[in-house]
């Protein structure tokens, strides 16, 4: 079992930015690939990033290329997302997912991930 916490969310003004954090505890942190998530009002949760294990390759939604940064702390158990440049179509709540390492790659739909945070809620003004 993982539990996830995820932290840093709020209310920006559409160019600024925010960093989103996800706390793991539970199994070995360092076995997991992480991915971020988010979800509107009225939409499905749609993928926006994600990264190996190992913290090399990663793999970004078209829409945030560019802009965010997904990064991990294996030794403090940690996944962060710096959101740069944001948008007011940014607004979601963010979740953070975890998954077993597996051959196939990139993990981009939410039935791929085990685990869930509560998630964050981020609000971009225009």
């Known amino acids: 079992q993982v539990q996830l916490v995820e932290s840093g969310g709020g209310l920006v003004q559409a160019g600024g930015s925010l960093r989103l954090s996800c706390a793991a505890s539970g199994r070995t942190f360092g076995n997991y690939r992480m991915g971020w998530f988010r979800q509107a009002p009225g939409k499905e949760r749609e993928f926006v990033a994600a990264?190996?294990?190992?913290?090399?390759?990663?793999y970004y939604a078209d829409f945030v290329k560019g802009r965010f940064t997904i990064s991990r702390d294996n030794a403090k158990n940690t996944v962060s997302l710096q959101m740069n440049s944001l948008k007011p179509e940014d607004t979601a709540v963010y979740y953070c997912a975890a998954r077993l390492a597996t051959p196939a790659w990139p993990n981009t739909t939410p039935r791929e991930y085990d685990y869930w945070g509560q998630g964050t809620q981020v609000t971009v003004s225009s």
């Open positions: 990264i190996t294990w190992s913290g090399g390759p990663t």
